[in-house]
Every structure is written in C-alpha cells, then in structure tokens.
C-alpha cells in the first residue's frame, strides 16, 4: 500500500523556521514525485512544492518562493520541505502527496499541521 508519513509540524513565531518531513513507501520513490499541499480553515487547498525525484525539477506556489526550498534523500525515501521566514498566512494544515504529471496528486498522506504565531 501506498503510504505516505508527514511530520515535522509545530507551533513557530513570526520569522521563525519549520522542516517537514514525508516519509513515502510502498512504491517505486524514484518514479514518482512528491508534493507538499496544505489548507488552512476556510481557504481552498493550495500546491506548496513538488519535486521530482527522477530529475529533480521542482515546483513553488507563487506565496512561497523564496521562502521554502524542497529536497529529498532518496536512499531513505524521504522528501523535506524547508521552511524559512514562516509568516501568519503559513498556517495550514500540510500534506505530503504523491503526484503525477502536472503534479497533480493521487496519494495523500495525513496532515501535519503549522502554526505561526504573530
């Protein structure tokens, strides 16, 4: 089965700096990429990042340029959203998916929820 197991959430101050962590089994890592999505009370879901572990390109939602670098250590099949200078609009609930062409996903893990204090 597919799995998908996001952490790395927490409560962090205006500025301040998370890393989230997906860890992904059950299929073949190096075919696929893998997505960062989240949604915050009352808001439409948003694509954060993807990366394609095949060749590395990668995705930023325009809100997050700049701010947030995506990675990932495939021999542990793990996948890192890097987030820097967290504002209060940040604040979501995340989710690590697996996508496919036009990083569109088919997988989603569960949430792992961010919270930035002002």
């Known amino acids: 089965d597919v799995q998908l197991q996001a952490s790395g959430g927490g409560l962090v101050q205006v500025g301040g700096s998370l890393r989230l962590s997906c860890a992904a089994s059950g299929f073949s890592f190096d075919d696929y990429a893998i997505g960062w999505f989240r949604q915050a009370p009352g808001k439409e879901r948003e694509a954060v990042s993807c990366l394609s572990t095949t060749d590395d390109r990668t995705f930023y939602g325009d809100s997050v340029k700049g701010r947030f670098t995506i990675s990932s250590d495939n021999a542990k099949k793990v996948v890192y959203l890097q987030m820097n200078n967290l504002k209060p609009e940040d604040t979501a609930l995340y989710y690590c998916?697996?996508?496919?062409?036009?990083?569109?996903?088919?997988?989603w893990g569960q949430g792992t929820l961010v919270t930035v204090s002002s």
């Open positions: 998916t697996r996508v496919l062409a036009g990083w569109n996903p088919d997988y």
